[in-house]
């Protein structure tokens, strides 16, 4: 009887003792079980930015791109109606560092804001370096014939010197993402290129000069209509940042 009783009070003074550290941190899921990502670090890297069109000596600068010299960024697409890919970017980005935040990861973004110019191909991968992450997203959508629709994500391929550290880590990257955003926003793989929703380049800088894991996505075709609909939607944003983040989730808790 009293080794029952004894149990009940440990079990109060647990709860009261998770509930006080929920309260110094502000949040309720401060305790160590709904912070699953904590001490992890997650680079999310927004494509393009605002003001890249108004600047096009600084992006059209030819920078290292993984043995190879390349455009430092372009201005990127937009959709038939005018919304422009770094603004997709930049929205889902935001979206997704707040998701994964809540789950204690460490995140950073490669820009703060979508008003100004750049980085650079080499400088957002060296950001993901600098910061040791344990996994890099760059995010953006596609610019691609109407009648194409779908997602698509890209790992990068061997390119000697460069990518082979990183390759298995990414492959297995992208896969979790691919899953995660297929059965979490419904969109479907992408019909004008890759297979069954991925794709392998060595013309990425981003992704050759990465020395961690790193993935892109393309979250849709923004000259398809349906694909631009959905991207339009700041509830489907919020759709893709949940489901992003639990891709990452799954691939940071292996
Ligand atoms: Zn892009």
Redesign the pocket.
């Known amino acids: 009887m009293w080794r029952g009783r004894a149990a009940a009070v440990v079990a109060a003074v647990a709860v009261g003792a998770a509930g006080a550290a929920g309260a110094v941190l502000g949040e309720r899921s401060a305790s160590a079980g709904t912070r699953p990502l904590a001490g992890r670090v997650v680079v999310i890297d927004a ?2 930015n605002g003001r890249n069109a108004d600047h096009p000596a600084v992006i059209n600068r030819k920078v290292p791109a993984g043995g190879f010299r390349k455009a430092c960024d372009t201005t ?2 937009e959709t038939h109606s005018g919304y422009a ?1 770094h603004a997709f970017a930049f929205d889902v980005s935001a979206r997704l560092a707040a998701v994964l935040r809540v789950q204690g990861a460490t995140v950073l973004l490669v820009r703060p804001n979508d008003r100004g110019v750049g980085p650079c191909l080499n400088e957002r991968a060296a950001i993901g370096n600098r910061a040791r992450a344990d996994a890099v997203i760059s995010i ?2 596609d610019g691609a014939p109407e009648s194409g629709r779908g997602f698509h994500v890209i790992v990068p391929g061997y390119v000697k010197g460069y990518t082979g550290p990183i390759l298995k880590s990414s492959q297995r990257l992208g896969y979790d993402v691919r899953n995660a955003f297929r059965s979490g926003t419904g969109q479907p793989y992408a019909t004008y290129v890759g297979k069954n929703g991925m794709d392998t380049r060595t013309d990425l800088g981003g992704l050759n000069l990465s020395k961690v894991p790193k993935v892109f996505i393309e979250a849709g075709n923004m000259r398809n209509p349906g694909d631009a609909a959905r991207m339009r939607s700041p509830a489907w944003r919020q759709r893709a940042a949940k489901a992003l983040a639990a891709g990452l989730s799954t691939y940071l808790r292996h």
Do not use: D
Request: no cysteine.
């Open positions: 494509g393009h990127g697409t890919e953006h959508a």
